[in-house]
């Protein structure tokens, strides 16, 4: 049977921070006393062990979302466990990272990003916990996404990035592919057109499973090239996106490592009680 899910299993004033690493970013040491527990949710197994740590002295549980030798692809990526097993595990906030074609020329390979909107093109992937399905909670669950990433995180990674003197931008809107193929040129000319940031593929449903069990969630993009808009570079390819992705890497986790403390010392009461009444009010239940 389904667990039922409310954000008021928690009491109000705890905090855990869930990291889900993405490519390049899902096998780094970054966290002290390390214990890895494989745990398994309604909704099956989630990407790989969740590891248990401590970035200076917060407790943190880090996902790598492909499984740590990079196994699923994006639309495989099971997003329903993943973001389940971190609830379940206890966290309240969600860190993400996530690599990036960029689709602007100020956006350059290696900058990153403080994502505050996305447009979703994927078609295969579950992206609600009630769906109807044996082992989902009952009614329907019409989620609000007008400001999909917890905007309190985001000015916190903000203030840590400008802490750290590291090249990002401080919003963008990603547009979120079905993968894994890359873009075709007329595609990625489409998503500039429409006024993209970013291109990715696996954003979506991550961010809209998490709004839905009341998790805050905050995502940083990490740009690793130009997708194939811009005709005087070649397009991308996997070895130029992993070249980029390993300088990506090391700034994205001196600015997790910067980000947790700055978390775990600031009152969430507030922010968790209303993403407790949005998360309430959006599912219709059948004897409503």
């Known amino acids: 049977m389904f667990a039922h899910v409310d954000v008021r299993e928690f009491p109000l004033g705890s905090r855990q921070i869930g990291i889900i690493g993405g490519t390049g970013l899902d096998s780094l040491d970054i966290l002290k006393n390390r214990q890895e527990k494989f745990v398994e949710t309604p909704f099956g197994k989630p990407s790989d062990a ?36 971190l609830h379940d595990e206890g966290c309240t906030h969600v860190l993400a990272s996530t690599a990036c074609g960029s689709l602007k020329e100020d956006i350059r390979p290696g900058d990153l990003v403080i994502v505050d909107q996305f447009i979703d093109r994927t078609t295969k992937r579950k992206q609600s916990f009630y769906d109807g399905e044996g082992g989902s909670p009952q009614g329907v669950c019409h989620i609000p996404m007008a400001d999909p990433f917890c905007n309190q995180m985001r000015q916190v990674m903000i203030a840590a990035a400008k802490e750290l003197s590291l090249r990002f931008h401080d919003c963008g809107t990603v547009v979120t592919i079905e993968g894994p193929r890359f873009s075709s040129r007329a595609e990625s000319k489409l998503y500039r057109s429409w006024g993209c940031d970013l291109v990715n593929m696996t954003l979506i449903p991550e ?15 990490m740009a690793t090239d130009y997708d194939c808009w811009k005709t005087d570079e070649g397009p991308v390819n996997v070895e130029h996106v992993m070249t980029t992705l390993k300088d990506n890497s090391i700034k994205t986790t001196k600015l997790i490592r910067q980000v947790v403390p700055c ?25 409503d």
Do not use: F
Not at 64 to 69: D, I, N, S
Not at 207 to 221: K, N, P, Q, T
């Open 50 to 85: 969740l590891v248990l740590g401590k970035i200076d002295g917060v407790d943190c549980v880090l996902l790598a979302r492909h499984g740590r030798k990079h196994t699923i692809m994006p639309s495989n990526v099971n997003y329903r466990a993943n973001i389940r097993a």
């Open 207 to 221: 961010v809209v499973l998490a709004m839905e069990l009341g998790l805050c969630y905050c995502s940083v993009a």
């Open 263 to 287: 978390l775990a010392a600031m009152e969430w009461d507030h922010c968790r009680q209303s993403m407790q009444a949005l998360t309430k009010t959006a599912v219709m239940h059948p004897d």
